[in-house]
RNA sequence: GGGCCUGUAGCUCAAUUGGUUAGAGCAGAGCGCUCAUAACGCUUUGGUUGGGGGUUCGAGUCCCUCCGGGCCUACCA
């Protein structure tokens, strides 16, 4: 039994989040998920919110409360969200966690021990309306370059010239427009990157089977203009990890905390921690030391494309960094983006499905079935409503459901509810059987390389399959010639059933329930070979015919949602 | 500006890494079936692989160039 640690990339607290951050990392990881456990594996997959950060303070200020409730309500209802798409966390925990304090704290302290840290004084923008550093995307002016008047203080949107917020005419902050603006003298820890450039080149240049948006946006910021950078790993804020050295205060660096990027990914180790705490769990170490037994654990993360940098670079400079002995990522499957219907998601303007509301208008299974399988693995992918109501229809309630109700309502008429005994096996169902054979294996294969669309693409074919093989041997035609033959041929659609139900699970796990519930059974064991996987449910075993599966999307559902979602969330 | 990705049938995507006649699904057309959610199956129309040039016995694949789309560019996360 082979042993997976599986984390998706941690989303950010400040609101609901849209399909396209869904695609990109906590769906795909959690189909790997279900894979992986159905295969009989021992999976410990991890995801957490990430709190800290400018964004967070803003939210919660805009929302009227303290951080640290405006973080808890947020995470409670990210959580519910998550379990609504059937996303199995073995635990969601908090980067703001006392495990993630502490754990940041230790290897802050164990960096430094190793001269990995290094101290820099800079100037910040100080705004004292707001009370507070502002961040350099937080400041906005005239661009000194080409005029424009919104020009931020890292970039102009209109010229793409990089800025320095001191060089913008009129500087004024995003968050109160306050134009008494200042620059301060601030104290900040660097992580020494680039002390560790040639390690961390080896290491991405092994990784020769890791998609190539991974590898090249990892070696981009390795071979960028001078090489890989030192980082800055802490800011003047009040809401994160303290910056301390270990147990100890860092003197100089009083009231500051640490970045967000280099908290984040350490809550991947401290999630494990909390999955122990709450009693899910005993050894988190089995996971995370590999001198403590997870020698033998394959680890694999995924994550949209803008994650990339930190997971392939920051996070593992952390890891190797420490000379302890931690769990490195063994693959990183990364995502381009989801669009919507011409043009991008917009949490901002409220363009586009969010979570919670694709749950409110249909079940987890639709969605997970569009996403995964026009998952943006090779480009950006678009979401559009007409091709989301015909895939669905098509693959899932006419493929898929309608394949349930033909055979399960035909043997209800004929036998009655239960697996019809009689007749036997004959060229047919041998050649399908060969045919099943190949495809699973096949499907193995995609799901195992975490090829998310042909993976969908095979099971599609599974499906297929079926309905091929019944309408060639047509049972109602055979029933009246011969039932005993007619017996076989609806013995082997009952479990062919079953066994869409098993192989379906990964991505429609309540589909999957519902399939198996109608069967009557609990045999959910992987398919060995594709014979005895279609001989499990016996002759005289008792079934209920499932209601309707998927119901279609109506011509009229589909044109007020497109009105629905095309402006301003409520 | 620089870098990376991308462009294949009306739409969404493949193509064993340079190897026969570029394949699937959807949509369209025709036929069959009547168990089923007006479902299913079979057959079929549809391509100058963004344009141009080059390398090669052979190019969707490699090189050059032009055009379009996207992302990143280190203080948003």
Redesign the pocket.
Known sequence: MARHLITSA?????GIKHLGNLVGSQLPADLFARYQRGRGHEVLFLCAT???????ELAAAKAGKPVAEYCAEMHEVQSRIAEGFRLSFDHFGR?SSPQNHRLTQHFAKVLADRGLIREVS????YSPTDGR??????IEGTCPNCGFESA????CDNC???LD?VDLINPHSTISGATDLEMRE?K?LYLR??AMKDELEAWIDSKTDWP??TT??A??????????????IT?D?DWGVPVQRGDEPWPGMEGKVF???FD?PIEYIACAQEWVEAGKGDDWERWWRTDKGAGDVTYTQFM????V??HT?GFPATILGSGEPWKLVDYIKSF??L?YDG??FSTSRGRGVFMDQALEILPADYWRWWLL??A???????F?W??FQ??V???????????????????R??FGEEVPAGGSFGERETALIADLEARIRAYEGHMEAM?V??AA?AL??I???G??Y???A????TFKEDPEQAAAQVRLGLNLIRLYAVLSAPFLPDASAKMLEGMQTDATDWPGDAESALSVLEPGHAFTVPE?????ITDDQREEWQGRFAGVRE
């Open positions: 941690i989303p950010y607290i400040n990430d709190e800290h950060g400018t964004p967070a980067s800079e100037t910040q923008m550093y502002l961040p350099d995307r937080y931020r203080g890292d970039q793409t010239k990089q917020p601030t900040h990157q680039s190539v948006l090249s946006i070696k981009k910021w390795l071979n960028d203009g001078d090489g890989l950078q030192d980082r800055g800011r804020l970045y967000v990027w984040a949209g494309k803008d994650n940098p930190f670079l381009n983006y669009n043009g991008q399988s026009h943006p693995e090779s480009s950006d992918a678009e559009t007409e091709n015909s895939s229809n098509k693959d899932l309630a006419d493929v898929l459901g309608n394949f349930v109700s033909r055979i399960t309502k035909f043997c008429s004929k090829e669309r042909k693409a599609r074919g499906w297929v399959a309905n091929e019944l309408q060639a047509a049972p109602w035609a309707v599966l998927f119901s279609k």
